[in-house]
Nanobody
Framework: QVQLVESGGGLVQAGGSLRLSCAAS????????MGWFRQAPGKERVFVTAITWSSGNTYYADSVKGRFTVSRDNIKNTVYLQMNSLKPEDTAVYYC??????????????????WGQGTQVTVSS
């Protein structure tokens, strides 16, 4: 049974930084990818970024390019999301998710099989 546990959310002022972590367990993570999605109140869940386990290829939503950086630690089976220059519009619940797919398929929520419980990120103006 795959388990994904996010941590690192919180309250930060605009312009500040946060780092989210997602610890994965339950299978060998040598292929596929991990993604981060976010969902603001009253809105649908949207893609933020993804990284493949094997090659480390990354994909970003336009709204976070240049501000967010995704990375992974294959030994710890952990994925990180470094968020800099945060804006109030980044406020959302952030979810990590696991998929066996790679490439642009990692930008689609329906391609993911397992999801974490989410962690709240609030950016004050």
């Amino acid at each position: 049974q795959v388990q994904l546990v996010e941590s690192g959310g919180g309250l930060v002022q605009a312009g500040g930084s946060l780092r989210l972590s997602c610890a994965a367990s339950g299978r060998t993570f040598s292929s596929g990818a991990m993604g981060w999605f976010r969902q603001a109140p009253g809105k649908e869940r949207v893609f933020v970024t993804a990284i493949t386990w094997s090659s480390g290829n990354t994909y970003y939503a336009d709204s976070v390019k240049g501000r967010f950086t995704v990375s992974r630690d294959n030994i710890k089976n952990t994925v990180y999301l470094q968020m800099n220059s945060l804006k109030p519009e980044d406020t959302a619940v952030y979810y990590c998710a696991s998929t066996t797919r790679w490439g642009i398929a990692t930008m689609r929520a329906r391609e993911y099989d397992y999801w974490g419980q989410g962690t709240q990120v609030t950016v004050s103006s």
